[in-house]
């Protein structure tokens, strides 16, 4: 069940793949972590959702990822007469406090923090941004605008302001309440959405306590502009296109993706790109061309994950849309090319152990042609920096912690074994060796390379790096 594949693949569950049989047909068809939707379902199903994935775990020997996302802030208008209503361009259109049904030319808006972050001669979006508003007026309960693109408008259709920052915490109180839940249910990362700033981020951080790994959703333009000042503090980043797209020009999500991937991995924290990849395939067993190619670039890309929402949570072909996505992320990463652009990227080592016995081992696999390269590791620290190299020998990783395992199991490229840390040198080696071949990356006369410290089961000392046969060390047991 270890991967060839170094792309990770991120699959959401929902109704359509709520069972351990499914979950596991996911698992098979090449789903590397789960994620769980905190906007839809109960505690009770998001429970039980959990249970079934480490139970498919048990089954397959590999450790598994689950990712608990958080639904942030949710900006919504109000109702309307007859449930929705249509606004015509050129029309003027008032947003407001008050509670009454909305028509044709208002509707209530009841978030004062939008009245107080608005600005005359800047836009408000509504529906996705189907509907486009320029704000003439701004009053203390009221905002006068101009329909610059007009539609169909119905009840609770969601608002996005992209000029302003909004004075929002990024967890509501339902985010905390979400958050101790995934806490206390052993959750591996925590996405966090509606990041405006660093200080979100921070926020998060300081409820989890390092009982999780925190992923910063990014989607607001804010965000984008502070991008390494929350990469500073994330674990993990998402280019989460949705919401991204929606709030600056369409035009200018694919550069924003490349530019977070690089940011991202010249910090050593892995990156996701989300938001319909195969967007089709909720209702068709084939994606269209396109989303073939949207997959395939930010595999180009060098992202560490990419993943599907309603695809796999709610579609109607969830397994065919992760064999899919898991046959482009194969096929790309046999291209030459995809060797050349992840080398052309290629990071700046920092002035550090790690890192310097990180980049030797890159290269010293390339000189001597390893097959492999392990890694001991405790805390995750090693195997981080290790992928980041993104050699071309395949990156095995030793923990004896299992949530470590579970953890890195969204980074590019680590295959996870859960196994007791060395107890000496030899050992070191025989282990190394014999996983090697156990798993089949390694056999007879290949050469692998080894990345550990010494004295064992001291985190963030790897300062070891050796080389070894297979077939020297490897014991049969």
Not at 53 to 78: M, N, S
Not at 294 to 323: C, K, R
Not at 409 to 420: D, R
Request: proline share 5%.
């Amino acid at each position: 069940m270890h991967r060839r594949r170094r792309t990770r693949i991120i699959a959401t569950l929902g109704p359509a793949s709520n069972s351990f049989e499914m979950i596991k047909k996911l698992s098979e068809a090449g789903a590397d972590v789960f994620r769980l939707n905190m906007s839809h379902g109960s505690h009770r199903e998001a429970s039980d959702l959990y249970n079934m994935v480490r139970e498919v775990e048990k089954v397959t020997g590999r450790p598994i990822g689950i990712l608990a996302d958080l639904q942030g802030p949710k900006l919504r208008v109000g109702t309307f007469k007859g449930n929705s209503v249509t606004i015509k361009k050129g029309e003027k259109f008032v947003l407001d406090m008050d509670d009454s049904l909305g028509d044709e030319g208002r509707v209530e808006l009841p978030h004062p923090e939008i009245y107080e972050a608005v600005m005359p001669k800047t836009e408000l979006l509504l529906d996705d941004g189907k509907i486009r508003l320029h704000i003439d007026k701004v009053e203390e309960k009221r905002i006068t605008t101009t329909v610059l693109v007009g539609g169909k408008l119905s009840n609770r259709k969601g608002v996005n302001v992209p000029s302003a920052i909004l004075p929002l915490a990024a967890l509501t109180e339902k985010d905390k309440k979400d958050l101790h839940f995934a806490l206390d249910l052993g959750v591996d990362w925590v996405a966090l959405s509606f990041v405006q700033r660093p200080q979100d981020v921070q926020e998060a951080k300081d409820i989890i306590a390092g009982r999780a790994s925190i992923m910063a959703k990014i989607e607001k333009p804010s965000a984008v502009h502070a991008i390494d000042e929350i990469i500073a503090l994330s674990d993990g980043v998402m280019v989460a296109r949705g919401d991204m797209g929606v709030e600056m020009p369409m035009e200018q999500v694919p550069p924003q993706q490349k530019k977070i991937i690089r940011h991202a991995r010249r910090a050593g924290i892995p990156s996701v790109v989300a938001t319909q990849m195969l967007e089709s395939m909720i209702t068709s067993p084939v994606p269209t061309r396109a989303e073939v190619s949207d997959v395939a670039n930010a595999v180009f890309d060098g992202a560490d994950a990419i993943m599907l929402s309603a695809e796999s949570a709610a579609g109607d072909y969830p397994e065919e849309a992760v064999s899919t996505m898991n046959r482009v992320a194969k096929s790309i990463e046999r291209e030459p090319s995809y060797r050349r652009m992840l080398n052309k990227d290629e990071a700046t080592p920092e002035a550090t152990t790690a890192d310097a016995i990180s980049a030797a081992a890159k290269q010293v696999a390339k000189t001597v042609k390893a097959k492999a390269i392990v890694c001991y590791t405790g805390s995750g620290s090693t195997a981080l920096r290790a992928s980041r190299e993104r050699p071309q020998a395949s990156l095995l990783v030793l923990t004896p912690n299992i949530g470590t395992a579970r953890r890195l199991a969204l980074v590019w490229g680590l295959n996870c074994v859960y196994s007791q840390d060395a107890i000496n040198f030899q050992d070191m080696i025989d282990k190394a060796c014999n996983v090697c071949h156990e798993y089949g990356y390694a056999v007879g006369d290949d050469r692998i390379v080894i990345m550990a410290g010494m004295p064992f089961g001291t985190p963030g000392k790897t300062n070891v790096l050796r080389i070894s046969r297979v077939q020297d060390y490897h014991i049969k047991v």
